[in-house]
């Protein structure tokens, strides 16, 4: 079941060997993702645990998985984060534990610890089927249907052999599940009218744009799967970083920061 963090890791590992500006942002999500996978795994090798879906029950499992993650940002992150990392490696445990439940009734994404934990948690229990207990999130479409998150980064992709343009799907924040959206409509505040929905592309990043809405001054990337199947919506939307200078200069504000805080 770990297919789907080894094609992240192969892309990231794969576009950080590219010379392109995103280089160390890469290289450090690939170790990030490794992290992750390993977390992941953990939870699948427990014999007679499975998740309960309430963090407050499985919040001392979730937080004993934690170390090697805390010791490969201390090594490859950039020094804030690995500081961070190696003061929480010395913690009291009650603190990681209160952030952790903290971020999961109320997710916020500038937790980056709590965050780069959750994301395997939260995925192995939507692959489990285990409905998540304890988030009361806002709901409605424009939120993942499993478990409440934002939605991370917008995604097309062919559905049907031969259709023409693709489906919309948008890749949650917390669980890393997708789920369907409509095409030309703002993944934050709802607007559908075309007017006030602005889309921006560079030569650079032909299958990646940025997808942004005048009502809401929000913007999402939208990656098209239907151009570049290869792509991993999750880190082509870091390996994109530019667009995000540039659409914060342009004033909008991303729906919500990837991992890296872009
Ligand atoms: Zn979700
Ligand atoms: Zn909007």
């Known amino acids: 079941m770990s297919t789907f963090w080894d094609k992240q890791i192969g892309r990231a590992d794969f576009l950080a060997g590219q010379s392109s500006g995103s280089k160390d942002l890469l290289a450090?999500?690939?170790?990030?993702?490794r992290a992750q996978k390993e977390i992941y795994e953990s939870f699948c090798g427990r014999t007679h645990w499975s998740p309960?879906?309430?963090?407050?029950?499985?919040?001392s499992v979730v937080q004993s998985s934690m170390s090697g993650l805390l010791q490969?940002?201390?090594?490859?992150?950039?020094?804030?984060?690995?500081?961070?990392?190696?003061?929480?490696?010395?913690?009291?445990?009650?603190?990681?534990?209160?952030?952790?439940?903290?971020?999961?009734?109320?997710p916020t994404d500038t937790q980056f610890f709590a965050k780069s934990v959750l994301q395997p948690y939260a995925r192995w229990l939507a692959e489990t089927g285990t409905a998540p207990a304890g988030r009361e999130l806002a709901g409605g479409e424009r939120t993942c249907p499993f478990c409440g998150g934002k939605p991370q980064v917008s995604f097309l992709q062919s559905k049907e052999s031969g259709a023409e343009s693709g489906n919309r799907d948008l890749l949650c924040a917390t669980c890393l599940t997708s789920w369907e959206f409509r095409r030309v409509v703002c993944a934050n505040c709802g607007e559908e009218r075309p007017a006030k929905l602005g889309y921006f592309h560079s030569p650079e990043f032909d299958h990646i744009r940025i997808e942004a809405c005048d009502s809401c001054k929000h913007y999402i990337k939208g990656i098209d799967l239907t151009r570049f199947g290869l792509a991993a919506p999750l880190v082509d939307d870091l390996y994109a970083a530019p667009l995000d200078l540039w659409a914060r200069e342009h004033g909008y504000t991303k729906i919500e920061l990837n991992l890296i805080g872009l």
């Open 28 to 33: 450090f999500y690939a170790q990030l993702l």
């Open 52 to 59: 309960s879906g309430d963090l407050e029950k499985d919040v």
């Open 72 to 106: 490969r940002v201390a090594r490859n992150g950039p020094e804030a984060l690995a500081e961070e990392a190696e003061a929480l490696l010395h913690a009291e445990s009650n603190a990681m534990a209160q952030e952790l439940l903290n971020y999961w009734r109320n």
